[in-house]
Structure formats: C-alpha cells, structure tokens
C-alpha cells in the first residue's frame, strides 16, 4: 500500500506576510503619481501601509471578540438544550439540512459570530446522531448547511459594515 506524503501547507502568517508584500509591489508598480520615481515611492507605499495597519487595530479587536464570544455563547448550556431539541425531531438528512440552514440563518442574523461558529456545532451534533442511529446522512452537505449564514450576517444587526458605518467619524 502506498504511503500517502503530507503535504506542507504554509502558516497564516506566511500567506499574510505573501500577500502583504504581493500587494505592495502591486501598489507600488501600478499607482506611481507623476513626477516620482520608483525608488523615492516605495517609502510612501510602506508608510501608506503602516498607518492603515494600525488604523484598522480597533476593529480587528471588534471583530475577534464577535467570534470568541460567538464561540462561548454557542457552548453555552442554553444553546447546547436547543440544538438537542433540534437534533432530536429530525430523522432524515433532508430533514436535518432544513433545519441546519434555518437555524444558521436565524442566529447569524442576530450575530455573525455566533452564527459562524453554531453552524459547524449544530452540523457536527446532527452528524453524530445519525451516526448513532445509523441514518444515513451527507456530511459535507450538513457542513455547507453550517455556512449558510454567511449569506445573511453582512446584513443583519451585527453585519460589521453596518455597525462601522454608524460610528461617529468612520474611516
């Protein structure tokens, strides 16, 4: 039998450096005014980038305490009752697809966060019961069904856009 080769994906912070230097060369090459050189620009496009870096470091930390309060709340004892219910009365995996991707697009309208994150555990909960039950089911089917609230969330009441927007003196 054939060995299977792991394949080394990069880290995060490699595709992130990769495409911040991607698209500072872009910037540089594609955006030069008139009347600069190459070289005397590239300073500009490093201090462009340095000011919208940290200008952006108040939302970062916005959007990252949305998703681990998201997590903690879709753990919660009152979540976990609910998703049981849920879980409970479906018996078929057309059944539980519905309910996967209604129940998402409901809690992603509230929360983006929450949303995100009880999609892949109302998913991952309906896939080990029919697992115990021995009903036949699609699993990736049941994980897209998590992802349904992406289709919502930008617009609901914690859609990111939205809330930047009505702050007094948005970038």
Known sequence: MA????????????IAASLTLFTMLTAWTMTLPQGKSLVSYFP????FWQKG???LLTFAMQMMLMLCLGYVLALSPFVDR???RMVRRCA??????FVICLATLLVAFFNWGLGLIFGAIISRRFGEHFSRMGVAFNYPLMG???YTGLMVWHGGLSGSAPLK???PGHF
């Open 3 to 14: 060995r299977l080769r792991s394949i080394g994906l990069p880290s995060p912070l490699a």
């Open 44 to 47: 500009d496009i490093f201090t």
């Open 53 to 55: 870096v940290w200008s």
């Open 82 to 84: 609910m998703i049981t």
């Open 92 to 97: 078929s995996n057309h059944s539980a697809v």
């Open 144 to 146: 897209a069904a998590g």
């Open 165 to 167: 927007v009505a702050e």
